[in-house]
């Protein structure tokens, strides 16, 4: 995979991002470490969210004048769990063959739904899958948030899978667990303050926890429950994590009502005005913080391929 085509799909990231450019940052990272495996087949995604990540992933790209900030409501505990028909792709995807996209949330099933990227989308608890035994030729499993209880998540997703299928996972390693700076804030200051900063960790840290192991302590989960390690990739540095926990979350809202407060021709054109002020940044921060071309720090990523014996 060349640094242009990586540079390329950081851009597209960016556009959806472009108020909290460190989530374009991991979204590339991660997709890099998945776009290491075989696509080929026929996949089903659990835990797709609103599908864009993967539709970005894999080629798709999006109008500069569409981003995740549109379609938003800022009274909710979760401003992204509501819809406008703001979704549209400009690009229809042959590959890979995404048949059934999963996710929790209405909303999220609806802009699937939007994009087109996928087959077919059903709304689903991941502990109880509405699919028959070994129904799946491959899944694509993006840890979802929402999630009531992991490793019977897990369980599902290896009874849905088919003999001789394989399982791709996207993971947190031990060392995330230590960077949560939002979440370090609220324990470490009194009153106010800290209840400030427990609202900007909203949970975050308490829920990726729970996703966060040691390399073998992955592997002796996955092995409890039949799947076999074919290979992994790892990623994204502490540095690079502790810039995504802060970024522009204090002040994202207020934000979000300035850029929305404007037509829609005037918001593009301010938008890419900000892209074009700190995409540099994150080339640069890309290059020497993703550590897949300098290894500076602890992996917080891990991307595994999973195989279920046939």
């Known amino acids: 995979m060349s640094f242009f085509s990586t540079c390329s799909r950081l851009w597209r990231y960016q556009s959806l991002y472009f108020l909290k450019p460190f989530d374009a940052l991991n979204d590339t990272l991660t997709s890099s470490l998945l776009l290491k495996f075989d696509w080929n087949g ?20 999006f109008p500069l ?30 590959f890979p063959k995404v048949v059934l996209s999963i996710d929790a949330k209405e909303s999220h099933i609806v802009k699937v739904k939007e994009i087109g990227f996928s087959e077919n989308s059903v709304r689903s608890f991941y502990e109880k899958l509405p699919l028959a035994d070994s129904q799946c030729d491959n899944i694509f499993y993006y840890t979802a948030h929402g999630m009531l209880n992991h490793e019977t998540s897990l369980k599902e997703a290896f009874r849905v899978l ?57 592997e002796q989960l996955f092995s409890r429950l039949g799947l076999i390690t074919l290979s992994r990739h790892q990623g994204l540095s502490s540095i690079a994590w502790v810039a995504y926990d802060i970024q522009s979350r204090p002040f994202l809202k207020k934000m979000i009502s300035f850029f929305n407060s404007y037509s829609a021709s005037y918001r593009t054109i301010l938008k890419i005005i900000l892209m074009l002020l700190t995409y540099p940044m994150l080339v640069i921060f890309y290059l020497f913080f993703s550590n897949q071309y300098f290894k500076l720090h602890n992996d917080c990523y891990i991307a595994f391929e999973l195989g279920k014996p046939a």
């Open 42 to 61: 026929k996949f089903t995604e659990i835990g797709s969210g609103d599908g864009v990540f993967s539709y970005i992933m894999h080629g798709g790209k």
């Open 65 to 94: 004048s569409f981003d995740r900030y549109l379609s938003v409501d800022l009274t909710k505990e979760d401003i992204f769990d509501t819809h406008q028909s703001t979704f549209r792709s400009n690009k229809i995807l042959r």
């Open 162 to 218: 088919a003999p001789g299928g394989k399982l791709y996972i996207l993971l947190y390693t031990e060392h995330v667990q230590k960077y949560f700076i939002c979440y370090r804030l609220s324990k470490l200051l009194p009153g106010r303050a800290g209840s400030y900063f427990s609202q900007l960790d909203n949970g975050r840290a308490d829920e990726i926890g729970v996703y966060s192991k040691s390399t073998q302590e992955w």
